[in-house]
Each structure stands twice: as structure tokens, then as C-alpha cells.
């Protein structure tokens, strides 16, 4: 039964990480650049701005409802990426195993890695496996670093919010981090919640053909929408106002997060995306984003203004006003 | 004494993540990249060959005489781009903490990568840090993705070995892992044993100045020399001849690893490199490498043979011929 777990042998660069390179990866990644086997891809990229990111993922558990840690981590790259309006290209995957790791868990995890890269037309060229004792971590860490193009005349920043610009976002928010918490703590829920984990390039490649002038793009991942908006009203210097009775939310995580006590603008979403334009702008972009598949529920959420600096206020359904602050403290811990 | 410690918080994406991000990672990494705090850096990439790659770093102890996680991370990266022949230029660093590390530890192993960073003339030009809770972990794991631009006319690989190379080596074998491995089990050396780990990119780059039609550049890290000219062999199609008695080793290292029953062949470098050249030019090239700080001790050790296809030969002290398999089980867990 040796044979069906991740052993130390697998992570010492001899004939034991050889076979697991061929047996896992190789058969379910398999490109031109993975191939060669150096130490480094060689990559052949016109010239011109190149987008380069990095996350590492821990959630816990790594299998959850809509998607799984293999997923999340090519997801997850591939919208950094499009957030800076690039086209993702290429990824690199380390992972991090435990001792004792099921090799049929780890198979599951690449096969999702390999469809997710195919759907979201990235690959991955290059790779590194790490196996630490038991105890030593707890059963998979990935990081996926990648790396995209910038179109010409794309120029897309957190910096660059300006008073006027309406705000949209593409759909549901709150649901990965509610799939996350309410698998992690076995509650049964009579309507499935499913991470809304997805690739967003494709959206986001809608959006900037129909206005490469969009200023903003953002995906409201830990700390969720109240706390991207936070960091964009302090990095353009713009006061923000959002509109609670247009935030596209769920009944489901509406019922989950009052049970639980917890505000779903705080919960991180990964299929989600803030799109910042100017006013003239946001007819032609909100009928692209509703015509696209990730993004039916788009709603016009909030607008940026001159007023109240550097914070977020929210425009309450009864009619109220009230700031929402950063996050502080830790509501979800492991949450992608 | 709570803020002396990593907390969840810190993993948030809230406020507490924002404060360590200032105070810990942008005073000691700051550059116009990373300091546009967006999702993704932005970079402008002259067109052609670039090469990318990725680590995960494990090791323990974190700090080890020679170095310490920080630096082994920025090393190991910027040497498999140097491997490909590539000038390494942007550096990604994911960090995973556990719950209750130190932050006096993490300041000095950030400038610890600060250090590395620019000896080896390169940035990091996007980030990311994740926590998790005490035991998920041990103390802290590294991630380093790196691009690098590969001058015209530069095509190392190690599929590109032929019969009749010769191969050298820039100095000393099998100090890293003995290095980590005395001081994880608390051996006293009368000798000092620090670990080589050092980047390579400027030694490489009065190589290739010398010989741009090098081969094979290629650095034995896990698994050692041995294992790394088995893959080599194994992926020119080509078999090796090692000379037992042209391999640069210290006394320290001879006797640590009769102490302990290890080959030195098999334990890891982390500031050594293996170059395979033709006949014809190993003199200038290894006149080249023996003027680098990092190549006094340089030495040719070995030749490549259109006999014993995808094998390794040593050829030992006393005459005799044995062949040197690739590493079979892990000999030293958590070296890098």
C-alpha cells in the first residue's frame, strides 16, 4: 500500500520524484515547454508590457462544493492576470505535499489543474514538487505564478479610479468563502452553495474590446468586495459609494450568512470582478458582461466620487449611510 | 507580545495583512513594480527567448550557516534561469506561515531575500502571503517563480550534450546538504561547514561571454551531481564517464560524509554548476571560471561517451569503473 501515498522519496529529486513527475504531471499537463524537462521553460514572447503574478493556495478543505484546490490555484492566477487586463500565458506550478498524501487525491488535483488550464487556454511550463514529513504541512500547499500580455493601449490599475466612474460587478457575490465554511464545518443546506471559482479572461477580454478605456478591474478575493474597495478608493485617492439594494446576492448566501453572523462583502469570492468605467462607458459594458456566461447577474453597484477619500460607504436599503471599514481580523482562515 | 507573532489575521487580506505587507515586505523590497501594489506587476519585456521556472522552498532548519531560507529561495530560482542561459530579471515570492512564526525571524529572512535580491541583480516584483493555523505548517515555506531573457544566439539545454564534451565544475560538491544536515542534528565540527548556496548568473555570464555555444549548463542541486548527470545522460541519449579523483571536495566534507555513511555525489548544491562544453573549448572556459570569485576550485571532471547510453560511469581513484545510479529514496529530507 506504500505505493498509493506521497512518500519523502517523492520529493527527493531521484528516481522516486522521476516517476511521479511522468506518472502525475507529464500524462496530464503534457505541453511542448513541460516536455523539455530543464530546469527552466523557454518561452518565445513578443515584446512589450507582460503582466507577472503569484499566490499560493492553502484552502482547507481541498475538495469543496464547485471546485477544489487544483482549480482555485489555476483560477485564481489566470483572473490576477486578467485583472491587469492581461491575457494570461503561461503558469508555473510548485506544490508542497504532506507524507502520506494520497496518490489518487493528487491524481484528482492535477486532472483539475490540467482542465482548468485548457479551459482558460493557459499552461502550465513549469513545475516543482516539495514533500515534507507528516506533520510538517498540512496535505497540499500549490503556488501557481503566470505570467500574460498586455494588450496595446490597455492600462488598467487600482490607481486609476476616477470621480464619475460607475461601478459593476458580473454576479452572485459571497459564494466561494460561504462553500468553503459550510463544508468545513459539515453543515447541511437545503440549496447546494457552490464556489463560483472561474476564469475570468474570457469576460474580462469582452469587456476591454468593447471599452479598452476601462479603468478599473479587480477580483474581491480575501477580505471580499468591501475590502477591494477599500484598497481602490485609497489607491486612485476617491471616495466610493455602493449601493446595497443592487449587489447581486444570493438567497442562499443570504440565508447562510445571517445563520452564521457573517457579512457576505466581506467573504471572498473567485469568479468575481469589479469593473470600474466612466459613465459613458457603462451601457456598452454591462450588456457585454450580461451576455456572457459568467456574467448574467451584472449589476451597476456603486460610483466613485470626490467626496469621503480614501473610504467606502455604503447606501443602505432603508435609505441609510454607513462606512464600510477594512476587514480586520480573520473571519475565514484557509479560505483559498 | 501578540504583535510579535504571525496571527491569522496577518493571512486575511484585511487590515493586519495590509500592515505587513508595509512594514515587513515593502521597506525591504520596494521597486517601482512592486510598489504599484496592484494584483499583478507590470513589466516591459524586450521581445524573444524568456525563460521561467519555479521553487517551493522547505528547508530546516530555516537558518543554516551559509545562509538561510530567504536566500537559498532567491538562489535557487535565479540559478535555474541561469541554467537555460537566461539573464534572470523578475523574481515572484509567495510566503506560507504558520500561525505564531516569529517577526523578527520573518524581518530577517525578507532581508535575507532583499540581499540576495540585489547580489544577484534581480527584483521581486509581486508577492504574496498566506497563513495558517499552528501545526498546518512548519514555520515557513517559500515560494520563488522567476523570468529571465535569454540573449540571441544562446541555446543551452540539457538534451544538447554530445560524445566528446568535457564537463566541469565550478568548485566544491555536497557542502549545502551537509551544511543543513550537521546542523539539524546538532553535529560540532571542529571545520566550519557552511552551505555553498550563492547565484550563479554572474559566473554563468563570463561563460557564456567565453563559449556561447555552450551546451549544458545545469546545477545538482537535490540528488547531487550524481543524479543530475544521470538525467542529463539519460536526456542527451548520451552516456558519462565521471573522474573519482578531478571532483573538487573538501576535507570537511570527506570526513562529515564518512561520519555519517552519505556520498557526496548524491547531496545537494545550491551555488554549483555542471558545464559541458566541446573539447576545443574547455580550456577557455575553464580559464574563465577559475577568475570568478565562485570558480576558483574549478575543475573538469568528467566527459561525455557514445558508449553506456543513458548511463554514469565513475571512473574511481583506484582504476576501477562502477556505475552511479540515480538517487534511490530520500537521503536528506527537507534540504532545500
Chains 1, 2 share one sequence.
Not at 489566470?78 to 502520506?100: C, F, H, K, R, W
Not at 501557481?144 to 458580473?170: E, F, R
Not at 484598497?231 to 446576492?249: R, T
Amino acid at each position: 500500500m506504500r505505493n498509493h501515498f506521497i512518500t519523502l522519496d517523492h520529493g527527493s529529486g531521484g528516481e522516486a520524484s522521476h516517476e511521479l513527475v511522468h506518472d502525475i504531471f507529464m500524462s496530464r499537463l503534457s505541453n511542448r515547454f513541460l516536455n523539455r524537462m530543464d530546469d527552466s521553460a523557454v518561452l518565445n514572447l513578443s515584446g512589450g508590457n507582460v503582466a507577472m503574478t503569484t499566490d499560493s493556495y492553502v484552502v482547507d478543505p481541498i475538495f469543496f462544493p464547485g471546485g477544489d484546490i487544483g482549480s482555485l490555484a489555476v483560477h485564481g492566477t489566470v483572473n490576477d492576470l486578467s485583472m491587469q487586463g492581461a491575457v494570461p500565458l503561461y503558469l508555473t506550478l510548485g506544490l508542497i505535499l504532506e507524507e502520506g498524501f494520497p496518490l489518487e487525491d493528487l491524481a484528482k488535483i492535477v486532472d483539475s489543474v490540467g482542465q482548468a488550464c485548457r479551459e482558460s487556454g493557459v499552461m502550465v511550463v513549469a513545475g516543482d514538487t516539495k514533500v515534507v514529513p507528516k506533520g510538517h504541512a498540512d496535505k497540499i500547499f500549490i503556488n501557481t505564478a503566470g505570467i500574460g500580455s498586455i494588450p496595446d493601449g490597455i492600462d488598467v490599475s487600482s490607481c486609476n479610479g476616477k470621480p464619475g466612474d460607475l461601478i459593476l460587478i458580473n454576479g452572485h457575490i459571497g459564494e466561494h468563502g460561504l462553500a468553503i465554511l459550510t463544508r468545513r464545518q459539515g453543515l447541511e443546506l437545503r440549496s447546494a452553495l457552490l464556489s463560483d471559482s472561474a476564469p475570468l479572461n474570457s469576460l474580462v477580454g469582452r469587456i476591454l474590446d468593447v471599452c479598452p478605456q476601462t479603468h478599473i478591474l479587480r477580483d474581491p478575493t480575501r477580505g471580499g468586495v468591501a475590502t477591494a474597495l477599500n484598497e481602490i478608493a485609497d489607491q486612485s485617492g476617491v471616495g466610493i459609494h455602493l449601493f446595497e439594494d443592487a449587489l447581486p446576492i444570493s438567497r442562499s448566501v443570504l440565508a447562510v450568512s445571517e445563520i452564521l453572523g457573517i457579512d457576505p462583502l466581506y467573504v471572498a469570492n473567485e469568479g468575481k470582478c469589479l469593473v470600474f468605467v466612466a459613465k459613458e462607458d457603462v451601457k456598452s459594458v454591462l450588456r457585454s458582461m450580461k451576455k456572457h456566461p459568467l456574467g448574467k447577474k451584472s449589476a451597476i453597484v456603486g460610483e466613485v466620487t470626490d467626496q469621503n477619500i480614501g473610504k467606502v460607504l455604503l447606501k443602505t436599503k432603508v435609505g441609510g449611510t454607513r462606512i464600510l471599514p477594512v476587514l480586520t481580523g480573520e473571519q475565514l482562515p484557509r479560505i483559498c
